[in-house]
């Protein structure tokens, strides 16, 4: 039987990428094979040493193990790792006493944020990519993402109208003075590009989808500089004829969004506002300032949205870098016409090397209001010479850690940026090439999960929307282990684990209710651990 699938592959060699040939070998031992579960492994490609990536087609693509309840004093522990583990599945039983000092202690009555979800954002350059499989290998990636088969993606941020990552600049509305939106239409891109793959993701999920839009720019005309690109802001000032009309252009997205049966759970008033401040920025952008924004959420953007029908759209301020979040929120939300129109706070990662006590208080002065994290990803920084780094656990690390410290200061939920990129990281119509989660190779029609798809997985598949953060206490601090822990809906525990170290180690977990979970973490892993 091998010699035979080797024939195969032989014959197809001359053809094939090497990933392809992996890709295909590796699909046949497994039919080949009986299996006693259902769950589909990796298909692993060694880019270099110490970079893997599954590979998935038309015909083959890994799925996740499920997690089932186990009896009580049993645990299921998933880990995922450097050295090539994708959420490896294993079942053990508590042990009644531990040998190591490394014991983490789930404070059960400590509870803190509820989890909101986790995902990626639906843009132009996503549904490309994906548009450029053949539909078996398109509905894989949906699948991968979205179904209970995969990481159960909960949560998609969708670009209002154009971002840097479509092909050209766009808006809903390029008729210069058309204040009452007469001519808004939503663009090729949405129903080429955003709307067919929000509705696939959502046939295919068994949780709510969980979607927020994101405006970049306004049309040129409404701006002050008469261009979507550079330092600009909305003519006039807030409860004037330009603020109006940009309040109601949300209104318009939300009902035409609505004729395609998808609705929308939440709304960032602007994309990285402090943008529009930059001479000469080269994408889509508009600013404002705290005292602008909390003046347009209050005289237009928030009554618009309520006579309109939509007071429940979650509203967000920010959607920018930390350092900037407590000043918006101490300006916005102590403000009493504006604040109760907004839901949260939206935070992006891209300087998250800012004190994180600067969450904390803004949870102890606003403790109402959610702080949501809505974008990320790695290659972004001009010193990144390589935009995709394939296969990068380095990559994946960065995003466990980031996730981890959000989860442990008061954020409910993370959203990755594009849901898939091309092996350039594109398209962007400004060559702001970046890495993603899933990459595209149309050439040979399949797609790269790279380690930051599983590290994303350990959270949106096991942390459930619902789940409620609990605090942990370390018995001996070791800066190389971060842990994380949630009750869950069904009042199961989560907790993941993510060694940041290269060394084997032993730690043990308590719930206060008798023994210890017994947990080896390998070096350069992370791990999510399920007990009932």
């Known amino acids: 039987m091998i010699n035979k699938m080797l024939v195969t ?24 094979l009986t299996r006693s579960s259902q769950d589909v492994p990796c298909a692993p490609y060694t880019v270099k040493a110490g970079y893997i990536v599954c590979v998935c087609n038309s015909t083959y693509c890994d799925t996740v193990p499920s997690a089932d309840p186990v009896p009580k004093g049993q645990y299921i522990v998933y880990t995922t790792s450097k050295d090539g583990q994708r959420f490896d599945k294993q079942v053990y039983s508590r042990v009644p006493t531990n040998s190591s000092h490394k014991v983490y202690k789930l404070r059960t009555a400590d509870t803190r944020q509820t989890i909101i979800g986790f995902g990626g954002a639906f843009t132009d350059a996503a549904g490309i990519n994906i548009a450029s499989l053949p539909q078996p290998a398109q509905d894989n990636l949906i699948n991968s993402y979205y179904s209970k088969e995969g990481i159960e993606y909960t949560v998609g941020r969708v670009p209002m109208a154009s971002c840097d990552f479509s092909t050209h600049a766009y808006s809903y509305d390029d008729v210069p003075g058309d204040l009452s939106l007469d001519h808004f239409s939503l663009a090729p891109e949405d129903l080429n590009y955003k709307i067919p793959y929000i509705q696939a993701a959502m046939k295919v999920s068994t949780r709510p989808l969980k979607l927020f839009g994101s405006p970049w720019s306004a049309p040129a005309w409404m701006k002050t500089n008469n261009k979507m690109t550079g330092m600009g802001f909305l003519k006039g000032f807030p409860g004037g004829e330009y603020y109006k009309a940009w309040g109601n252009y949300f209104v318009k997205f939300l009902d035409e969004y609505s004729k395609h049966n998808i609705s929308f759970w939440g709304l960032t008033a602007e994309n990285e506002p402090t943008n529009g401040f930059v001479v000469g920025f080269p994408f889509q952008c508009m600013g404002f300032t705290p005292e602008t924004q909390m003046d347009f959420i209050k005289q237009d953007l928030g009554p618009a949205l309520h ?26 939300l102590s403000d009493k ?32 209001k959610f702080l949501f994290a809505t974008e990320a990803c790695e290659g972004s920084f001009s010193w990144e010479k390589e935009k995709v780094d394939l296969g990068s656990w380095d990559r994946a690390a960065s995003y466990a850690s980031d996730i981890i410290s959000d989860l ?34 149309a050439k040979d029609g399949l797609f790269y999960k790279q380690p930051m798809f599983y590290v994303m997985g350990h959270f949106s598949k096991f942390v459930v ?15 190389l282990i971060e842990v994380t822990a949630f009750r869950r809906p069904d009042n199961s525990y989560a907790t993941i684990i993510h060694n940041k170290g290269s060394e084997k180690t032993a730690v043990f977990l308590s719930d206060g209710s008798g023994g210890y979970l017994s947990v080896t973490s390998p070096g350069f892993s992370i791990q999510t651990v399920i007990w009932w």
């Not at 929307?465 to 800066?479: C, Q, Y």
Request: no cysteine.
């Open 9 to 32: 592959l032989g014959r197809v060699d001359a053809n094939m990428s090497r990933a392809s040939q992996i890709l295909l070998l590796f699909s046949l031992l497994v039919i080949s």
């Open 307 to 332: 006579q309109a029908g939509y007071g429940n759209v979650k509203l967000m301020i920010l959607d920018d870098q930390r350092p900037f979040a407590e000043l918006w929120a101490r300006t916005v």
């Open 337 to 368: 016409e504006a604040s109760p129109y907004v839901s949260g706070i939206a935070l992006h990662w891209y300087k998250d090397t800012a004190s994180i006590n600067i969450l904390d208080r803004i949870h102890q002065l606003f403790p109402d």
């Open 408 to 441: 442990n200061h008061w954020v409910t939920g993370w959203t990755d940026w594009n849901l898939a990129l091309n092996q350039q990281g594109g398209p962007n119509w400004v060559s702001n090439f970046v890495d993603s989660p899933v990459i595209v190779n």
């Open 465 to 479: 929307p619902g789940s409620v953060s609990l605090g942990t206490e370390a018995e001996v601090n070791d800066t």
